[in-house]
């Protein structure tokens, strides 16, 4: 019975997961979701959504208060917080040189039982995206374009309470829309006309699933909606929900201006502005208006056609010193006062630092899962922020033109186990390498002799075994140090302690003073067993044999008295 129980379950999920597919790179993540609850399928949006389990590394979970469940969706319900370290990094996958919406929410809930909401910082990569207060629910929305094939986005904690992330979402956006010279673009609001008493407008309305929202204030508007269907086929490609209304000013005659505050002030901004004529017009009826941004001319005069979307943007960011000003005038000639739609408003992020080498970062974690390294700040990118570089790093920022990369790698006394990891070989600017006093076992692997940035390599204090391949042993501007490593031969003809540095050059003078102290001793002893033979065999000068030193000399020489040192 049991198991036609569970398989029938099986065919359930299967049927459930099929009805709700995500869209092509939609990337939904439950914060704080247990495994046994996840995947499931969003009521709303029919979306899918996974825990942050494999995304994250140190963490802890919680739930918000139940009197807030039936207020919000389910993805907001569960908690993902972080009491410890200071920087804690989810690593999302994602394509190449695709632009995303990527939007984390933070809703505090009581989750704690402590009533105390805290604050933090939001990272994106290794550059501060936003300081997060999350007073209430509160939602942070970039667009920004990946440009290696994942990503990190860390909340790092700044002494004002623990952090926490309910839900994480990223979505592909169109390559043509929202350009920039630079940086990234965080949204400052996105709202929709016409429909005051209207609700928050997403996916399935919204292809790329942003958040539209009705304005609060108004009352000095008067509302437009169409039952027919408005063409809403551009770069940006809104809802068709959002076209479908409209606002115009009560009094035909006044300016309509639109007003938002900037942080700080010298912020630079690109806003999206929607329109669509909605209504027929007359024979006598014209609607046009100007469109003036921070007192300049914003693409005027702008007729709208009828049920086609227009978008109007600029390619450049405006500046408005703090406070911005939309200002739409009908012009002398127009019969209609201006209508609007839409609109969108970003702030330009300028990201200065860039991710380390992808191929160094793949290399580290590679050496971190080989070892199963538990570092409590090996999480983010490893070389920047400098503030948060990695125990046992140090990387190479020396050309700004190129991404850092990690020059150093001390795992000395980490109680590694096993052989020398071959990951090690794909960090191909590293210059020093110590994994001294440790257990590693097995040999000094070949491919060290490979890297031509390695300058220093300590392996001292190990169980290694084996020959040090002769190809490592013979570079002559790396200083190799294998002492303490009892079961490991150096190639024949190479001594071991002549590339270790200062206490190589320590160890070879104690080994070059025992050998000429022993040979000394030889030679010595020879000369006193040659004195005793003679003395005891003289019978006289005059009748004496053949010299007994003639006999000594056809002897060989004791073994090892000139193979051991080279003069």
Known sequence: MKKYCLMAWQMFMIIVLVDSQNPNGFINVDCGLSGYESPYTELMTRLTYTTDADLVESRESGRIDKIFETMYPRPYWTVRSFPKPERNCYKINTERETKYLIRATFLYGNYDGRNTVPSFDLYLGPNLWTMVEANSTTMEVIHHTASQSSLQICLVNTGSGTPFINVLELRPLNLDAYTTPSGSLKMLFRWYLGNPDGGMIRYPSDVYDRYWYPPSQQKHLIPITTTLNVDTKNDYNPPETVMATAATPRDANASWTVEWIVEPPNTQCYPYVYFSELQTLGANETREFTMFLAGADFHSPISPGPLITTTIFDRLPTQCDGKCVLELTKTSTSTLPPVLSAIEVYTVMDFPLVETNEDDVTGIKDVQGTYELNKLNWQGDPCTPRQFLWEGLKCDHSDNSTRPTIITLDLSSSGLTGVIAEAIRNLAHLQHLDLSNNSLSGGVPEFLADMSSL???????????????????????????????????????????????????????????????SLALLIITALLILFLYRHKRRPSVVEGPRSNMQELDDLPLPIGIYSEISL
Not at 465 to 493: D, F, H, W, Y
Not at 495 to 507: A, H, T
Request: net charge positive; with cysteine.
């Open 455 to 517: 300058l220093v390599i300590n392996l001292s204090s190990n169980n290694l075994s084996g020959s040090v391949p002769q190809t490592l042993a013979q570079k002559k501007r790396m200083k190799l140090n294998v002492e303490g490593n009892p079961l490991l031969i150096c190639t024949t003809g190479t001594s071991c302690v002549n590339k270790q540095g200062k206490d190589g050059d320590r160890i070879k003078n104690v080994v070059i003073a025992v050998v000429v102290a």
